[in-house]
């Protein structure tokens, strides 16, 4: 097949030897950038979802699975965007999820461990690495931000369900205490002592006569897969209107 | 000198009274009680004979914290709508350095939430076990929907190392018990760390072997909705080595699956627990005295509190003002004027009849100011709290009183 001149320009700019850009520029910028990526993830999801990833006692079968995913989205997806436009990467969803990871785990660590003594098996970090991949490789195969969001978002929020459900399942498990049977969760969430947050705070489900057939679980995850959709598009409109040079027309503009 | 030394100068001076100031600062010691303003504080919540049974034990070893709260009849009408209706009895101290292992509350366990109601009394009982070593200040506390939480009276707890070990043990409902402590640590963490490697993989791949700042060279130049494949971008060999890691993830997910269901088989979702308690005898017994609203005046310079009201005994038998208690502090009824007393004049015995009878209740204790219960200029100039009277044979009433604070500006 005949290859227009066009094409092999690229493909000659896509191995070109540069001068002054070498690897180590790579190196800085994905080092570099991995603090403020991280940070940034990970403030949003406190800033919407902080108590339902501090601890067990919260991370319930309703509301865990619509705030969280939705929270941790926005970050990622807006990496998406810019990654896949500049680079070619479907890595941004991923990214952002390594990141927050690491950062999620010096802070849960150092904050909550170290400095006031909570249990980790208490206070452990939800993972997002497994939606992330999902995500990602959607936006791979459909090229399609549009299909991303739609496909890959739903993907992400069910995949983040399952792949937490899973070091969740312990602690669901019944226990005898003050008289009641309660979840090895509750009684953690009660026994270490978390001062000036009574447990009234707590939003996990408390029943309702609209849920369906009992089935809180199956409601929340279609509602969660929702809003995740709408997540994504809240990180595209930041990864397409800030971040995104020039920013300063994009200031003025709005 | 240079613009630059000054600025040098400057940064320098701004880190060293930087490092000063948080070098001196002293280690704080309280719950941010004393924030919270006075007149709020002594019209909420009353705490009745608060007491610790111990205030050193070993870890793992326990202490009970008793008393009795009272939500007073004189709840603001600005807090929870005026209408307390969800609390929460809890401790309060620096994180989890002790542990509530059992609460009642008016003789029953209570896990969690309670209900609650204006006026209501609440005779507790928490049983707390030492975890942190070190000298610890615990509260017991009262929080209310809509409100806040107020504290209680506090004790320094000394918790010292237990040289036998110590485990926070609970007893699962399909058999054995599991220490909260560590328990499930080691899966969790090697869940998260293998999620975590797939995703660093994933990056390790697009990353490492492939340019990354230079593509922009080329990805400027073409649609956003392509892979950039016929310019070498993404390659056949990408797509089909992600597929891979997507089947990786899944079979991951799939194992860690079947896992949790083999070994977990039972569980639950967390247990929201929410009832309203007994009432306590005390809350059905006849009412002794009735306190009108009375007059108090303080005198900064002899840290003095004076109460002056009227008190009518409704019963048929002498009742005894013993105590007078507000938000965590306590007087008992004494002659000689100090920190702890209350004298009562002219007399602590009043005696029965229909005719209120005029009492003046008069407090020389630094706590006031210590404490910031004097609420001048505070938007209510009130002194508020509770009276307890006993009678002959042994029964307890407890008695709001409510006096208006006449400042004395010098």
């Not at chain 1, 993972?127 to 993907?155: E, H, N, P, R």
């Not at chain 1, 939003?203 to 969660?224: A, M």
């Not at chain 2, 924030?35 to 002594?42: C, G, K, P, S």
């Not at chain 2, 700042?213 to 016929?230: C, K, R, Y």
Request: some cysteine; hydrophobic content about 45%; overall charge neutral.
């Amino acid at each position: 097949m005949a290859v227009d001149s066009k094409t092999l320009e690229l493909r000659q700019l896509v191995n070109k030897k540069y001068k002054y850009i070498d690897r180590k520029w790579d190196a800085v910028f994905w080092i570099t950038a991995a603090f403020v990526v991280g940070a940034a993830a990970d403030i949003t999801k406190q800033l919407f979802a902080g108590d339902w990833d501090f601890w067990t006692d919260w991370k319930d079968r309703q509301w865990w699975p619509i705030i969280t995913p939705f929270a941790i989205i926005i970050i990622g997806s807006a990496l998406q965007y810019i990654q896949w436009l500049a680079w070619r990467f479907p890595t941004g969803m991923t990214y952002t999820a390594v990141c927050m990871f690491l950062c999620t785990l010096i802070g849960r660590w150092l904050q909550w461990g170290a400095f006031v003594y909570y249990p980790m098996n208490f206070v452990w970090p939800a993972t997002m690495v497994a939606a992330a991949i999902f995500a990602d490789w959607v936006l791979l195969k459909t090229k399609s931000f549009v299909l991303t969001s739609v496909i890959g978002g739903i993907l992400f929020a069910v995949t983040w369900w399952i792949s937490n459900y899973i070091p969740m399942a312990p602690f669901l498990q019944p226990a005898q205490w003050m008289d009641r049977v309660v979840t090895v969760a509750d009684v953690q969430g009660i026994e270490y002592v978390r001062s000036q947050t009574p447990e009234y705070l707590r939003i996990i489900e408390s029943g309702s006569l609209r849920t369906f057939l009992g089935e809180t679980q199956y409601v929340s995850l279609v509602f969660g897969a929702t809003v995740a959709v709408a997540g994504y598009w809240v990180g595209q409109f930041i990864g397409r209107g800030l971040a995104i040079w020039p920013i300063g027309r994009f200031m003025k503009k709005w | 000198m240079t613009m630059r030394r000054r600025i040098r100068r400057v940064l320098w001076a701004t880190i060293v009274a930087g490092a000063l100031l948080v070098g001196s600062a002293p280690a704080a010691s309280a719950h941010g009680e004393r924030a919270q303003e006075a007149f709020l504080r002594m019209r909420t919540v009353a705490w009745i004979d608060t007491t610790f049974s111990r205030t050193t034990v070993r870890q793992g070893e326990t202490f009970t914290i008793t008393g009795t709260a009272k939500i007073l009849d004189a709840w603001p009408t600005r807090l929870a709508a005026g209408n307390p209706n969800t609390g929460f009895m809890g401790i309060i101290a620096p994180g989890p350095v002790v542990l509530l292992k059992e609460r009642t509350i008016n003789g029953v366990s209570v896990p969690t939430r309670i209900d609650i109601r204006r006026g209501g009394i609440y005779e507790f009982s928490m049983t707390v076990a030492g975890r942190r070593p070190g000298r610890w200040h615990v509260h017991p506390s009262f929080s209310v929907k809509g409100a806040g939480t107020l504290l209680g009276p506090g004790e320094w707890i000394t918790v010292e190392e237990n040289p036998d070990g110590f485990t926070n043990d609970v007893q699962l409902v399909g058999g054995g018990t599991v220490n909260l402590e560590n328990y499930q640590l080691t899966p969790v963490w090697i869940w998260l760390i293998l999620t975590f490697l797939i995703g660093l993989a994933w990056m390790i791949y697009w990353t490492v072997p492939k340019r990354t700042v230079t593509n922009l060279a080329v990805t400027s130049q073409i649609p956003l909705n392509t892979d950039g494949m016929e310019y070498g971008l993404i390659t056949k060999k990408d797509h089909r080595n992600m597929n891979w890691f997507v089947i990786g993830t899944i079979l991951l997910l799939a194992v860690g699956w079947i896992w949790q269901s083999a070994a977990f088989p039972d569980k639950l979702p967390q247990q929201i627990i929410q009832f309203a308690p007994p009432e306590p005898a005390i809350a059905s017994a006849p009412v002794l005295a009735e306190a009108g609203v009375g007059t108090a005046r303080y005198d900064s310079a002899s840290d003095t509190m004076t109460i002056e009201t009227e008190i009518t005994n409704r019963s048929q038998e002498p009742i005894n003002l013993t105590q007078f208690t507000t938000t965590t502090l306590r007087w008992t009824t004494g002659s000689a004027a100090g920190p702890g007393t209350v004298q009562v004049a002219p007399d602590s015995t009043i005696e029965p009849g229909s005719a209120p009878t005029p009492v003046t209740l008069t407090i020389k204790d630094p706590a006031w100011e210590a404490e910031h219960l004097v609420p001048i200029g505070e938007s209510q100039l009130l002194i508020s709290g509770v009276m307890v009277f006993e009678t002959a044979d042994g029964q307890v009433n407890f008695t709001e009183l409510e006096a208006n604070l006449q400042p004395r500006f010098e």
